[in-house]
């Protein structure tokens, strides 16, 4: 018989906060910004917040209505989806729907041949796009390192957006020097929709990251890319970096507080710039180490926080930008994997939409293609988690039990044919018997990564650029360097 | 009188910012040399400060509690100590460069090289090359400290280092950068005289430099 009063949890359920502590975080956020405010510099910004109902004092110190704050936090759309340039891979940034991706801009790479340090190239980030073209539970791509080997440090994001371009055919998150970087970076990607605007519109590839700078501080070219994004329509992240206990309180709710009202005078400028740009919230929200002073990428404090915040952009409606799978660790070891496993639990429980930052190394600082190889192993696992119990009759397989009986075995039957294929197969960890693993060459995880990346690095090669697109992306990279020759 | 020296020495461990101030005061009050009071006070109590901080028994906050209890006792010691003394070895002028609003980095060295008795003259953030070279001539610091979070803002470092030879001050100040993406390599690059990647570091090799 059917029943009735039922209720099925069909995947795990994670919350930090209530709605009524979400309220009160959002409520303080508002109050942040009519009685704190924040600064900007940037003379259109100011005028922007002149001619409506903010109050701009002390040359650049912006303080907004409660009124106004609400009316731009409603023009932004609730979902945006995004599209690889070959139409091929696309992610939706929608309601605890998670997305898993690597972060950016490293200046340093562990070079493959010599194991030394060095600074960040063009093939470097090549690389890392091609390792993510490759790994099935990567879906977004950021540039992973920052080019260093280009002619002019102020054009570097076009050339870093060509590698990523020619590496990857994921949607993208990208970062631009200023508003003019972000222009071309914008003109590049529209290549791949016919070079209509209203049809890259329609079909974004990437969204730009921004960020402000704790506490409540909006610099030039931050402002430059917000209004830029506003004009365009360009999908666009206001993430800020509070270091609790430095550049923000040391208690999380306050440094959530204060991210929040950071985000939201982004909501605010781009709205009355022009509604209805595709906003999400972000926050890399962690703690200063109070003993080496490093910003935190592996602090248990960053998931907790940003699972908070996760909850709030939920309950605000904004799609989700979250972090997870990174590390302090100067190597790829023991305490890399445990620190990149806990951060992809959590951020992917919460339902951030947007979970970046996999595969760092050296709290944000070393780039390293085998941790992008070992997170896609973790990400298996936590995505594991998330299937959750079936409870249906098929699942439940009484019929089988009795069938079966006791003393019975269920490895012949069509049953387990059917249903051990939705378990977890590792890929790369090893669950062999001690014999089998010394005869096989007692490998560790970490030959098995580094094959594994070797491997990859050998064989895949993206969908290529046809040759007339690759060289208008070149010419636009070009002029760029030719604008900004010395 | 000693006991009051101790006093310092514990208040300052303690991060007891008014009771240094204090008694630091009633010591120069009472006439006692204030060579003595920086020597057998102030400096002894910073150096458990430092030996507990590398001990993990003391953390930054507690740290920078304890460099500000140092420098309200400065500030009423500065005037009175001898041009000859240790303590006037030491003055900073910190800046981030232009293009760059980070400063936290910054702040925070400054702030622990205040407590080992610098005097640190702090510029701010997103500061031209010219305004640092103008401050260099006005302060005749023996450290310019130079900050620069992002990739695209540290060659503003460099430029400073120039503009400093242009200047012809450059021999005249010891030159100290830092910065997530900064390095020893880079420092040696643009001609700085020292790296340093942390606030800690920074104290210490702000004191090598100063002696030279």
Known sequence: MPKINQTIQETPYFRVLSEDQIERIYSAALDVIQRTGARFYHEEALELFRNSDAVVTDENLVRVPLSLVERAIESHPRKINLTGRTGENRISLDKDTVNFGTGSDLPFTYDRETGERRRTKYQDVLNAGRIVDYLPNLDFFMSHGIVQDSPNTQTYDRHQC???????????????????????????????????EKEYRLNPMFITYIEPISPLMNDRSAVEKLL????????????????AGATAPASLAGMIVQSLAETLMASVLTYLKNPGMPLVMGGVTTVLDMLTTTYSYGSPELSLASAANTDVSKWIGLPMFSTGGCTDSKTLDEQAAIESATSLYYAFLSGANLVHD?????????????????????????????????TEDEYMALELIDE??????FLTSEHTLIHYKEWFQPKLQ?????????????????????????????????????????????KIVQDADERHAK | MSEKLGKIADSLLNGNVEEVSKVTQELLDEGTDPEEILQSGLFAGMEVVSK???????????????????????????????????????????????????????????????????????????????????????????????????????????EVVNALKEAGIR???????????????????????AYAPNASIGTEKALELIKG
């Open chain 1, 430 to 474: 090893d669950r062999s018997d001690y014999a089998t693993w010394v005869r096989e060459g007692q490998l560790t995880m970490a030959d098995r990564i580094q094959s594994e990346t070797d491997r990859i690095l050998k064989e895949h090669q993206p969908a290529p650029i046809d040759d007339k697109q690759h060289q208008e992306l070149k």
């Open chain 1, 228 to 243: 830029f994004s506003a004009e365009k329509g360009i999908p666009c992240m206001y993430t800020p970096c509070p270091s």
């Open chain 1, 404 to 409: 079966i009986g006791p003393g019975g075995e």
């Open chain 1, 358 to 390: 996999v595969g760092y190394l050296d709290s944000g600082v070393n780039a390293s293609l085998e941790s992008l190889v070992m997170n896609d192993e973790i990400i298996g696992m936590v995505k594991q988690i998330g299937k959750g119990i079936n």
């Open chain 2, 171 to 193: 021999d005249q100040v010891k030159i100290m950068i830092g910065g997530a993406p900064v390095t020893d390599d880079f420092a040696d690059e643009i001609g700085a005289d």
């Open chain 1, 162 to 196: 060509l590698a990523m371009l020619e590496g990857c055919t994921k949607p993208m998150v990208l970062t631009s020097v200023d508003g003019e970087g972000l222009e071309d970076l914008w003109k590049m990607c529209k290549l791949f929709r016919g070079d209509d």
């Open chain 2, 52 to 158: 507990k901080f590398k001990d993990c028994e003391m953390f930054i906050p507690e740290v920078l509690r304890s460099a500000k209890a140092m420098q309200g006792a400065m500030e009423k010691l500065r005037p009175k100590l001898s041009e000859a003394s240790s303590s006037q070895a030491g003055t900073v002028v910190t800046a981030t460069v232009q293009g760059d609003l980070h400063d936290i980095g910054k702040n925070l060295a400054g702030m622990m090289m205040e407590g080992s008795g610098f005097n640190v003259i702090d510029m701010g953030i997103d500061q031209k090359t010219e305004d640092i070279v103008n401050a260099v001539k006005e302060h005749k610091p023996q450290i310019l400290g130079l900050s620069a979070l992002l990739t695209t803002t540290m060659p503003k470092m460099g």
